[in-house]
């Protein structure tokens, strides 16, 4: 038996809210119970160890006391704030369609997936770093918690960014059929893309204090 799910736009009378944007808030609460699982790791292997990180910085012998002793505050903080503008222009790239401007939409989806496409660079290069030094997951729990977090993260960043790709180009096919149906249906899908987004947004906003200043 074939059960069938409208794409509606309308909320549900049983949910208040529309089937689509149940969906992502369904999809989001696993992905929260994800990334809680991990962090809870992290505190039970952080309580559990005699020092932490555990490793000499860079061409030192002696211990570091701080992540920030290995880990690249300057990157992270910049990191930090590309990922809140594309939060911005993500939100601009919704009401553009709301004020019935497609080209405007282009603009700021474009820059949602430029800077989007920054962060992972700027990642990359602090990788890239991290194994100039041969500091790999296995090294200790400190470059492993870091690594497999901020490593499920960008994959994260990575999926927002084929997806906005897609509904940039391809996907704007909807839009331009021009039935009133056919843009709320299109809006629809950009504020639940925009939803997702932000929660990749927000879990880097908790990464960063936890993983490179606490």
Do not use: C
């Amino acid at each position: 038996m074939e059960v069938l799910i409208p794409y509606e736009v309308t909320p549900r009378r049983d949910t208040g809210v529309n089937n689509a944007k149940l969906g992502i808030w369904l999809f989001l609460a696993s992905e929260v119970m994800l990334f809680g699982g991990l962090f809870a790791a992290y505190v039970f292997l952080r309580m559990g160890a005699e020092a932490w990180p555990g490793m000499a910085p860079y061409g030192s012998d002696v211990m570091a006391t701080r992540a920030d002793q290995i880990l690249s505050v300057p990157l992270a903080t910049l990191n930090t704030m590309i990922l809140i503008a594309s939060s911005v222009t993500m939100v601009m790239a919704w009401a553009s369609l709301k004020m019935d401007s497609l080209s405007k939409y282009k603009l700021y989806m474009g820059l949602t997936i430029l800077l989007a496409l920054g962060f992972l660079v700027v990642k990359g290069f602090e990788y890239g770093d991290k194994f100039a030094h041969h500091f790999v997951p296995g090294t200790n729990n400190f470059l492993g918690v870091y690594f497999v977090l901020t490593g499920l993260h960008a994959i994260h960043v990575t999926g927002g960014i084929i997806v906005n790709a897609w509904f940039w180009g391809p996907g704007t096919k909807m839009w331009k059929r021009g039935t009133p149906r056919d843009k709320a249906h299109f809006a629809n899908r950009i504020e639940v893309a925009g939803l997702y987004w932000h929660f990749v947004d927000l879990v880097w906003i908790f990464l960063f204090p936890t993983i490179y200043l606490i």
